[in-house]
């Protein structure tokens, strides 16, 4: 992959790239002036994905379904972990939102693909002749022998932001200078590849400005991880001494868990925490299963054109919950695909076909609040699934100056300021 520093302009570019690759422009008006397309899901997938329809065809029906009055975001989570940000940052309302769609707040609680009916709440309807369904994830709570829901509150997964999110900022505040932080991170795929690594960064910011006698473990269920090569520097840059990462060939993978004791334990032996952050193997949320659109895996397979599910005619899923090839689980991507959903909605719906999108995603990480390094891919539909076109994207080159770091950061920033402010804004 072509090394590269990711810069503003190229940032902007991309952007502008992914609205024209998706076909953001407006086919023919559909004739019938009542197609209904219902959304589930208001988070970075769903809500993009709402907003973009409703912009390029108007006449177009468009119901967003959210359970809660409020998101949270969870990229920069890693930041309110470790002291830097306040909660409230990473949290928006649907209020400008409901000005350009019909917003529900209930849980979708059911599908019936062969009404075309979503149930919502105890009895309501809403029936629809495309659903697209942007859920997010879910816990496997039988993943882990252990690991069962109320174990999260001693041994906080922090993967879905929120009260999980506040509770193990609370747990490292509370440590003893000199306690051992273990951060157990899961196989592929799950939510936010990247993030595991993020999170011991900035953990270990916050310790080694704190609590300087403390350490942190990773024990890892996989040999390799995105952006490894420029973590490990980092670490060794920023942080020596202080983050040990064990890969799964040498005995990383966590096996189990007691909440009880606090206390990891791999194939080689157990590890007793001051402070344990269990991430556990994921699937797509809840209502896809019940939807008839995930399948063995836990997952939900697509076409990577239309992003109409494999399983269900007249369903599209969208974002973390569907099986998308190369391209990872994340925000970014997710909000790529939606307008690329979007766009294959509307034509589908004008009776034309769809064209094929070519995706973009960019991932940053903090390894410090002043200290930023990214990846990017570009994806396009081949073989039946998106795959990443060799040599489009890039990561932040090996021995890059602090000076470069730290612009790296500050676009990191601004990514998350511009990307909320589009779909929120």
Same mark, same amino acid.
């Given at each position: 992959?072509?090394? =590269?520093?990711?810069?503003? %302009? ?10 024209? /690759? #998706? ?9 019938? @002036? ?66 350009? #769609? ?7 609680? %059911? +599908? ?14 809403? @029936? ?12 496997? &709570? ?16 922090? *993967? %879905? ?7 193990? %900022?609370?747990?490292? !505040? ?7 932080? $273990? ?21 270990? =910011? ?28 980092? &670490?060794?840059?920023?942080?020596? !001494?202080?983050?040990? *990462? ?7 993978? $966590? ?17 007793? /925490?001051? #402070?344990?952050?269990? +991430? @556990? ?7 896809? !299963?019940?939807?008839? $659109?995930?399948?063995?895996?836990? &997952?939900?397979? +697509? ?12 369903? =599209? ?38 064209? !094929? @999108? ?17 990846? /990017? ?11 990443? $076109?060799?040599?489009?994207?890039? #990561? ?18 601004? *990514? ?10």
């Amino acid at each position: 992959m072509t090394q =590269h520093l990711v810069s503003r %302009r190229d940032f902007l570019k991309r952007t502008a790239a992914t609205a024209a /690759a #998706v076909g953001l422009s407006a086919p023919a008006i559909a004739q019938n @002036p009542s197609n209904r397309v219902v959304v589930v899901g208001g988070g970075f997938a769903g809500a993009t994905c709402a907003r973009a329809l409703k912009h390029i065809d108007p006449r177009t029906s468009v119901t967003l379904v959210e359970a809660s009055h409020t998101f949270t975001a969870c990229p920069f989570s890693n930041n309110v972990i470790a002291g830097l940000r306040d909660l409230k940052a990473q949290q928006f309302d649907y209020k400008k939102l409901e000005g350009a #769609v019909e917003v529900t707040f209930e849980p979708a609680t %059911r +599908i019936d693909a062969d009404a075309r009916t979503v149930i919502i709440g105890d009895a309501g309807r809403l @029936p629809y002749d495309r659903l697209v369904l942007a859920p997010g994830i879910d816990i496997r &709570w039988d993943g882990l022998p252990g690991y069962v829901e109320s174990a999260a509150e001693r041994m906080p997964h922090a *993967w %879905r932001a929120g009260e999980q999110t506040l509770l193990l %900022r609370k747990q490292l !505040e509370s440590m003893e200078d000199g306690g051992l932080v $273990v951060i157990s991170a899961p196989a592929n795929p799950f939510r936010c590849p990247p993030g595991p690594y993020e999170r011991a960064s900035l953990i270990a =910011h916050y310790l080694k400005t704190h609590k300087p006698k403390s350490k942190i473990i990773i024990l890892d269920a996989k040999d390799a991880f995105s952006k490894q090569g420029l973590f490990l520097a980092a &670490w060794k840059e920023l942080y020596p !001494e202080l983050i040990e *990462w064990v890969p799964l060939s040498k005995g990383g993978r $966590v096996t189990s868990v007691d909440p009880a004791t606090n206390t990891l334990t791999t194939e080689f032996g157990s590890h007793k /925490a001051a #402070v344990a952050n269990v +991430i @556990p193997p994921q699937k797509a949320a809840r209502i896809a !299963e019940l939807a008839g $659109v995930a399948d063995k895996t836990g &997952w939900c397979p +697509i076409d990577p054109v239309t992003f109409e599910s494999k399983l269900q005619q007249n369903i =599209h899923v969208i974002g973390d919950a569907c099986i998308a090839g190369g391209m990872p689980k994340s925000a970014f991507a997710a909000n790529s695909q939606a307008k690329a959903c979007a766009a294959a909605l509307a034509k589908l719906l004008a009776g034309e076909k769809p064209d !094929e @999108p070519k995706l973009i995603n960019t991932c940053y990480s903090l390894v410090a609040p002043d200290y930023g390094i990214s990846v /990017a891919g570009v994806y396009t539909p081949l073989n039946g699934q998106l795959t990443d $076109v060799k040599g489009a994207g890039g #990561v932040s080159p090996a021995n890059a100056p602090r000076s470069a770091r730290e612009l790296e950061a500050n676009f990191a920033n601004g *990514w998350f300021k511009t990307i909320t402010g589009e779909v929120f804004g």
